[in-house]
């Protein structure tokens, strides 16, 4: 399969309990991170997808007009919040047999790991990183077959990424295949809380990134906002 024949789904909604902030605008590298995202993921992808709350969707489509047709923001289907429905309402949209999907919170991205992900697409319904015990679910590509299973466990109540891979084929990414296009694992970091962040904005500094000084800015505006 070529890259064209994929599109990533990126997950903007849900809710953010850790931060009292909007994770998507939060600032990494001078830029915010949905449209970091955006452009990282634009390098591989011909089309993206972000799923975001009906509530938001007016407000993210403004913020992301630059991008054009290649972007186009869905709003989730009905049901919990989780990014096991956000999965399911880009599963849905998409016309792609397979879809990447990544969460709008994990800056460092790399290229060279997904695109040799894609070339690893067989006949599973599911491409997971499996780093020892511990799974990728935001950072996999998901087949159209998936839906079914997934709107039955949701139906259910289910809300872990998890619940519905005992009904589909899973094949895993191992530590060791990662290790050669991400030695320290990067790709798979996100943002929670403002520690993470401010753990991000170091990252990006030692990368030799400049443009640092509106992170902190940002950082001690929404520090403040907590207190």
């Given amino acids: ?53 009906e509530d938001k969707l007016d407000y993210l489509e403004k913020l992301m007009y630059s991008f054009g047709r290649s972007v186009k923001l869905v709003s989730d289907v009905v049901g919990p919040k989780c990014p096991l429905r956000g999965l ?71 809300k872990k990424m998890v619940s519905f891979f005992p009904y589909v084929e899973v094949e895993y990414l191992e530590r060791e295949e990662i290790a050669i296009f991400d030695p320290q694992g990067i790709s798979f970091f996100n943002i929670n809380t403002i520690d993470d962040w401010k753990k991000a904005i170091e990252i990006e500094k030692k990368r030799g990134k400049q443009q640092y000084g509106r992170e902190y800015s940002q950082v001690a505006n929404i520090t403040e906002l907590q207190r």
């Fill in 88 to 158: 399911y309402s880009g599963l849905l949209y998409s016309p792609a047999k397979f879809n990447f999907l990544v969460g709008c919170d994990m800056p460092f991205l790399q290229r060279e790991l997904i695109s040799y992900m894609a070339g690893r697409i067989s006949r599973a319904d599911i491409l997971i990183p499996r780093m020892g015990e511990f799974l990728e679910p935001l950072h996999a590509f998901y087949s159209s077959r998936c839906l079914h299973s997934i709107e039955k466990v949701l139906r259910e109540g289910e």
């Fill in 1 to 53: 399969m070529r890259m064209t024949d994929f599109v990533a789904i990126v997950l903007a909604g849900g809710e953010n309990l850790r931060l009292p902030h909007l994770k998507s605008e939060l600032l990494v590298g001078g830029e915010i991170l949905i449209r970091r995202i955006t452009l990282s993921l634009l390098s591989l992808f011909k089309d993206i997808l972000i799923v975001v709350d």
